[in-house]
């Protein structure tokens, strides 16, 4: 009774396999022949005998044969010892007979077997299959994405304060030496008669924000590079010599854009302001000077570090020229000017009688000083800097507009920048009011920007409408001067045409030419500008007034591009103005 029960089951399963292979023959699928072994061979295998009782149960229980071109009728003739009982009936046994009707069930399948098999027939080996391929196929793409974004990003991995490696190879390796574009030594590391490391800055002050520090964390020059400037890439036997001897090799050298002698005009120029000053080449991108007020000295930044982050009214530590933002004032004309181009293609055929105020519902816009400019076209309202004028042009162009066009001077975005900066905001709506659209016409309202992004927007002016990566280093050598990394300038990209950009150089010519920034005109060499002066509350309440100026020299092939933000400077000419003329003049008469 057990052996006849045993060899039923088994008897079943083989029916079920060869239920399952046709449908997956069918289906145009492939399927390995899954063997069930009777309970007997089990048994036999246990007891290691291969006589002839194992040899009978191996007959009885052998894999069926099917033939992958032979299907019904044809497979009885085939192999007429394998005959079945009706559908779901018990194996009829080796000699053909068959207790039911002797029909084979796979003639009578249904055709939906064909798409979709019936309740209890599963394809379990190739779902499996497929499952992991799935898992590999996935950790596969997932290493490449991996591959390819640290190659495109590599120097942010590097250089991230949070990659603890870094600093790790200060064990083997002396922090290397900072320079300018003239090898003038901005930090270098050196060695008491104990062999502690002071890293020493020459300038102290003057390069705070630009170069940064390297104790109490990392900033500047010398966190984004910090990984370079652990580096060695020295004399190779020289270096196997040093490890052998216990003696620190000496990191590579640090190259950057920066000009002293510029960086000092600019420093000396802003005087007791604080604020901040940037000069760019506009069409390499080069970063020539970086001035941020108030400063601390890097020499002694670890001693001053409590009194430094304790001070309530200090902020010494913030870069204003990539962090500060300000209201832009007046500079913020170039914005709608451009954006009144994109609107109506020309300034040609503009005119506005000014009377020193223009009434916007319970609103007064006023101009400066309440001066009337009287009757205008866009060349003298961008000149004068009139108020009303672009209050007016603003209301015209409508919300939309404006956005459009400060969006694509990158207001809000993301900026190419290698140090940390603030997003530059602009908060103009479909709801915004009549007076909140005048306001943000000629840059008041709730827009703010950086002095670092002024600096993008004229140079792409000045470089035809294309604006260049900025960049801060220029190359990397070794101690002994070999050269490991050329940065060469790349394009950001056009962020307006050319033609808009030679609209508004001429436009900025006038301003210096007939308008507010006057004290440029004359010179041994040209300016084009626009100056500003940007309302703001002060922490008493009082009405303070931030002194702007954005400007770039020799017009026809310009050289420098000079942004200026004094804070509570007053008028932009007043202030803004004196200071980019003194850093013109220190690079034209270096």
């Known amino acids: 009774m057990r052996e006849s029960e045993a060899l039923r089951r088994s008897r079943e399963d083989d029916l079920y396999d060869d239920e399952s292979e046709l449908y997956n023959k069918r289906a145009g699928r492939a399927m390995s022949r899954r063997t069930v072994s009777d309970p007997e061979i089990r048994e036999a295998r246990r007891r290691g005998d291969s006589g002839a009782e194992y040899r009978e149960a191996l007959g009885r229980n052998r894999p069926r044969r099917m033939d992958p071109d032979v299907q019904g009728p044809e497979y009885r003739e085939a192999y007429p010892e394998d005959g079945y009982a009706a559908a779901g009936g018990p194996y009829a046994g080796r000699d053909g007979s068959s207790p039911g009707s002797g029909r084979n069930p796979y003639e009578e399948a249904p055709e939906e077997w064909q798409s979709e098999p019936p309740s209890g027939i599963h394809i379990r080996k190739g779902a499996a299959y497929t499952f992991v391929s799935y898992v590999f196929i996935l950790m596969f793409v997932t290493l490449i994405g991996y591959l390819v974004y640290f190659n495109f990003h590599s120097d942010k991995v590097q250089n991230s304060p949070y990659n603890r490696r870094q600093d790790s190879q200060s064990t083997y390796v002396r922090r290397g030496d900072i320079l300018d574009s003239k090898n003038n030594v901005i930090a270098t590391t050196q060695v008491d008669e104990n062999g502690n490391e002071i890293r020493v800055y020459p300038y102290s002050n003057m390069f705070a924000h630009a170069i940064g520090y390297s104790t109490n964390g990392k900033s500047g020059v010398e966190s984004i590079m910090n990984y370079d400037l652990l580096t060695s890439h020295d004399n190779f ?58 400063d601390f000295d890097p020499n002694t930044i670890a001693a001053d570090w409590e009194a430094i982050i304790s001070d309530p009214a200090g902020s010494q530590l913030v870069n204003r020229a990539t962090q500060g933002l300000y209201p832009p004032g007046s500079i913020y004309k170039i914005v709608t000017a451009l954006s009144y181009m994109q609107r109506y293609g020309t300034t040609d055929g503009f005119s506005y009688n000014c009377g020193g105020e223009l009434v916007i519902d319970d609103y007064v816009v006023h101009c400066y000083d309440g001066t009337a400019h009287g009757e205008e076209n866009f060349g003298n309202a961008f000149a004068n800097s009139c108020n009303c004028a672009f209050a007016a042009i603003g209301l015209g162009l409508g919300p939309a507009q404006l956005t459009k066009t400060s969006e694509e001077l990158l207001f809000g975005k993301e900026l190419p920048c ?120 002060m922490s008493d309440g009082q009405i303070g007034t931030h002194s702007w100026f954005a400007g770039f020299s020799n017009v026809e092939d310009p050289d420098i591009v000079v942004v200026v933000l004094a804070e509570n400077g007053g008028p932009g000419s007043q202030t803004a103005v004196p200071v980019a003329h003194a850093v013109f003049d220190a690079y034209y008469n270096k």
């Open 237 to 294: 036997l020289d270096r196997i010599v040093n490890e052998f001897r216990g003696v620190k090799n000496k990191g590579d050298t640090v190259v950057t854009t920066l000009d002293a002698d510029l960086q000092q005009a600019a420093y000396n120029a802003l005087g007791d302001h604080q604020g901040a000053v940037i000069v760019l080449d506009p069409q390499l991108g080069s970063v020539l000077a970086m001035v941020s007020k108030p």
């Open 418 to 537: 290698e140090l940390h900066y603030n997003k530059s905001r602009f908060n103009l709506t479909a709801e915004s009011d009549q007076a909140t659209i005048a306001q943000t016409a000629f840059g008041q309202a709730g827009t703010l920007v950086t002095p670092y992004h002024m600096a993008l927007i004229t140079s792409a002016i000045a470089n035809r409408g294309m604006l260049m990566q900025p960049q801060l280093v220029g190359r990397v050598t070794s101690s002994d001067g070999t050269y490991v990394e050329n940065r060469n300038s790349k394009e950001f990209g056009a962020i307006m045409t050319e033609a808009e950009a030679e609209a508004l150089k001429a436009l900025m010519c006038q301003v210096v030419n007939e308008g507010t920034a006057g004290e440029l005109s004359g010179l041994p060499y040209s300016v084009a500008g626009k100056t500003g002066s940007a309302e703001y509350t």
